[in-house]
């Protein structure tokens, strides 16, 4: 596609675009959407075609012939990794005679993290961006395309384009100026307050906590964290999503982006959580453990991120897809955001009605969520 000086093309994967061009879109803000964290996703052999994640980024390029934006795209053979469930939308095109797959993502694989879905260097180039995935997706006959846990402040775009716009929910912990976790602590009410004093107390009972980041992090401890992450991908997903090597190239590309927390019994590793480290937020991504320990889960994924949001001056802790249980442990309740493009005019209207009566749905379960809070009233 090319308008006067605008031009848009498909690059062979994240690594054919210079990391210097990529980053000058995507900012600093968020790791998830950085050039070294898509292109190790793709190196590791676990954003690839052959896993159902063929790489294939949009870019536009501006008058002086570098990329002016870029979408994260990838043609997708299943919908697995999204945590943004179309498996619905897929079964019902199926019956009508349709393939749903391939279809468009534009999307961090196997991250529900929200974030700048249109990279923008020159943010003028939005529309013309869109209008390139669109093209994308028509002229290579793909069902959709979806790009999903979009950044509030890019739904106007996406939604001036015509996309239909998916509500979701994520509880997100918030620093409202604590310097503490007592001062977290303090804001709860009473009974609140107490429980979360008890359940970090049975979650360390007989435990070293370990924080390692940076050139702190060993080849060993991503042999302890690997040990973990299998284990739970087993019993979440049927496999792990992420390889081996995945782990290794973070490290040595993204240290300083990196958080680990350790749970110890013995000097022997039970236990632990990886986190990526934003400009403003604090990423829990992945968590795991050989040992079940009451309360370990909340202590190491929601209390310890807390403590090290604070220490770090972070506004806010993100701790990945769903979990009321959240709640009661101080994280709340925020929207989260996809946007659609369903180019067969049947079908739109079909997942416009179902989106319409999801997001009544999904507005009222926030409003009473909200109304759970342990924060104290008034």
């Known amino acids: 596609m090319s308008t006067n000086a605008v031009t848009a093309r498909i690059a062979d994967g994240i690594a054919a675009i210079p990391a210097a061009d990529w980053d000058a879109c995507a900012g600093t803000a968020n790791p998830f ?8 996703l793709e190196a590791s052999g676990s954003a690839i075609a052959r896993t159902g994640w063929q790489p294939i980024p949009i870019l ?6 570098r990329p002016a934006a870029i979408a994260p795209a990838y043609a997708k053979s299943h919908s697995q990794g999204e945590y943004v469930f179309d498996h619905a939308w897929a079964d019902a095109w199926e019956r009508a005679g349709g393939s749903y797959y391939p279809k468009l993502q534009v999307a961090v694989p196997f991250s529900p993290v929200p974030g700048p879905r249109l ?5 003028a180039q939005a529309p013309a961006l869109i209008a390139a995935i ?4 028509d002229q290579h006959h793909l069902s959709s395309a979806h790009a999903t846990f979009v950044s509030p402040d890019q739904l106007p775009a996406f939604e001036s384009a015509g996309w239909l716009l998916r509500e979701g929910t994520q509880f997100h912990w918030q620093n409202d ?3 503490r976790f007592d001062d977290f ?6 009974r609140k307050r107490k429980a979360i004093r008890k359940e970090r107390s049975a979650a360390v009972d007989g435990l070293t906590i370990r924080h390692v980041s940076g050139a702190g992090i060993s080849e060993a401890d ?3 964290f690997w040990r973990f992450y299998q284990d739970t991908g087993a019993r979440k997903w049927g496999q792990p999503y992420l390889t081996r090597s995945f782990f290794t190239l973070l490290g040595q590309t993204m240290a300083d982006k990196v958080l680990l927390i350790f749970a110890e019994r013995d000097g022997r590793t039970i236990a632990g959580a990886l986190n990526l480290i934003g400009e403003e937020t604090l990423y829990g991504r992945y968590w795991g453990c050989t040992e ?7 202590e190491l994924c929601y209390y310890q991120a807390i403590d090290a949001a604070i220490a770090r001056g972070l506004k806010t802790v993100e701790a990945g897809a769903q979990g009321e249980h959240k709640l009661a442990r101080g994280y709340v309740p925020v929207p989260t955001w996809s946007a659609h493009y369903i180019p067969d005019r049947n079908f739109r209207r079909a997942i416009t009605d179902f989106l319409a009566r999801e997001r009544a749905s999904v507005e009222a379960d926030q409003e009473y969520l909200g109304e759970l809070t342990p924060f104290r009233r008034g």
Do not use: K, M, N
């Open 33 to 40: 959407v950085s050039h070294t964290f898509l292109a190790i």
């Open 60 to 65: 536009v390029d501006g008058p002086d012939g």
């Open 119 to 123: 990279l923008l260097r020159d943010p």
């Open 134 to 137: 669109e093209a994308v997706t």
């Open 177 to 179: 100026g604590y310097t």
């Open 185 to 190: 602590l303090d804001a709860l009410a009473s």
């Open 222 to 224: 991503w042999d302890a």
């Open 292 to 298: 079940e320990v009451p309360f370990l889960h909340f």
